[in-house]
């Protein structure tokens, strides 16, 4: 199977700033996080805290509804007793109101308000009620209801729609609805141990929602304020913690083109020197030869690796010069490049085709002469006898798409990404006599990128690779 990747082009100062970005949106981002589980935790325990203390004061409501239960229904039954006319006409004497107690179509007799019953009921004490007056003004209701579920009377304002509920437990039950609670009780006689009656008491949440609402704003608001306190000091924390990164940085590339370009003369003069005694085989002992060879050798890779490294920190640190870009004719370009390694390919036995359009591109005949000849001489180089190298050249949507393919050893999938890192070599043992740096694509690369291009390389190890290079016409 082949595998693909592809050099889109990233300047350093890009990478730099896709670096700043990342710290940034990362800082930001856990910030944002931690405030936002400050915030959720902050507001569920104010809210819970909330409904509690309003079920407490339903407790409190239903103790003091309890206490009154005995009272309200046994004048409710008198009242109902006299209502339905099954008092005796003594009692009617001693106890004479008039009945007040309705009764619906079925004959169900109907609720009363508790004004009412003690209005009737002259001689109810009142101080037993102990809801004070607040009952009537507070967002509360409670309700009375005899062992048949019929409601006695209710007092308050606020109610819920819905009958008692079926199951009710000793302790009770509370009902959560989104603007009431309510806590039903039943009543029972504790001597006998029967249920004689239930009371529900309901409190509205109005007052509770109206603190959490405010209470979301005030989070709310303060993660927006803290948010753009984040973001500004995100900016700049980010920027001075990089600063002396991307100074490290700029330091290194200019001490390796100053490197760089010190050591050129002293280069020179060494390959100059080894030269002149070469040219003068007589003046030289039989058995230094194979050493003034050896340092022939080295002095010129060195020079190779300096130029390299030269070209690469010039590259990074000036920006293409299009005024001096050339209408290059490519076809002619890669024509006189494959010439050139035509020589190899046939002493390595490795047949070499090619395939152009005529047509013409924009930039540095140098630099595109190296980036192509990189790529030809590797297939060639990394090509067993008996292979073929073809370069193709063809335009495409105003693209000039150069191909060049090998039926060479491969580039292994884990490797792919890292051909074009700088010094990179997939086997720098078995490769160390077949020349080069490792610098080779990398130069490609940034040649590409400075004309506005990109290098595609697909490959399958065993059974070679396609370097695609694509530089825009125009
Ligand atoms: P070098 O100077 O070693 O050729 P390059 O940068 O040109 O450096 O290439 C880097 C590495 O990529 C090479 O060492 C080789 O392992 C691999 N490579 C490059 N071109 C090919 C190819 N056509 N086929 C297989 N491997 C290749």
Redesign the pocket.
């Known amino acids: 199977m082949a595998w693909a990747t592809d050099s889109t082009p990233i300047s350093k100062r890009k990478q730099f700033r896709r670096l700043r970005d990342r710290f940034l949106f990362t800082y930001i981002g856990v910030i944002a996080a931690t405030m936002g589980i400050f915030a959720i935790v902050t507001y569920e325990v104010v809210a819970i805290h909330r409904n509690r203390q309003l079920d407490d004061q339903l407790r409190q409501l239903s103790a003091s509804a309890l206490r009154l239960f005995p009272i309200l229904n046994y004048e409710y039954g008198e009242i109902l007793a006299e209502s339905r006319g099954e008092v005796d006409e003594d009692d009617r004497e001693e106890d004479p109101h008039d009945p007040i107690i309705t009764f619906d179509a079925a004959g169900n007799p109907q609720a009363l308000k508790l004004e009412d019953l003690i209005e009737a009921e002259g001689e109810l004490d009142t101080s037993m009620l102990a809801l004070g007056d607040s009952i009537n003004e507070l967002p509360q209701g409670i309700e009375w209801y005899r062992a048949n579920r019929a409601l006695i009377v209710k007092e308050g304002n606020k109610f819920p729609e819905a009958a008692l509920p079926e199951q009710l437990p000793r302790q009770g039950k509370i009902i959560k609805r989104h603007d009431f609670h309510s806590l039903s009780l039943p009543i029972y006689d504790e001597a006998q141990q029967t249920n004689v009656g239930y009371v529900r008491v309901t409190a509205s949440t109005a007052q509770v929602e109206a603190e959490l609402i405010q209470l979301r704003w005030g989070l709310l608001l303060g993660a927006l304020g803290a948010s753009g306190l984040t973001v500004i000091t995100g900016i700049w924390l980010t920027r001075a913690s990089l600063s002396p990164v991307v100074q490290s940085f700029e330091q290194l590339r200019q001490f390796t083109a100053d490197a760089s370009h010190e050591l050129r003369n002293p280069l020179t003069a060494i390959q100059a020197s080894v030269a002149v005694m070469q040219n003068h085989p007589e003046r030289i002992d039989e058995r230094d030869e194979a050493k003034l060879e050896a340092i022939a050798t080295a002095s010129s890779q060195m020079r190779e690796l300096v130029e390299d490294l030269l070209l690469l920190a010039r590259m990074d640190h000036h920006a293409p010069n299009r005024s001096m870009w050339r209408d290059i004719p490519l076809d002619e370009l890669l024509e006189d490049l494959v010439d050139l390694v035509r020589d190899r390919a046939d002493q390595a036995k490795v047949q070499l085709t090619e395939s152009f359009k005529s047509l013409t591109v924009q930039g540095d005949a140098d630099q595109l002469k190296r980036l192509f000849l ?2 030809i ?3 060639v ?3 067993p006898a008996g292979g073929s ?1 073809a370069v193709d050249l063809e335009v495409m949507t105003n693209t000039a798409v150069v191909q ?1 393919k ?1 039926t ?4 292994a999938p884990e ?1 792919l990404t ?11 043992a078995r ?1 160390a006599d ?11 690369l940034a040649i590409a990128q400075r004309h506005g291009g990109k290098i595609t ?1 697909t ?1 399958e190890v065993g059974t ?2 396609c ?1 695609e290079v694509c530089l825009p016409l125009g």
């Not at 060479?408 to 580039?411: F, L, T, Y």
């Not at 020349?435 to 490609?444: P, Y």
């Open positions: 990189n790529l001489s590797n297939a180089q990394y090509t190298v060049v090998d060479g050893i491969g580039i490797h890292k051909v074009f890192e700088r010094f990179w070599r997939a086997d720098p490769q077949a020349g080069g740096t490792g610098l080779g694509l990398a130069i490609s390389v490959s070679g690779s370097f």
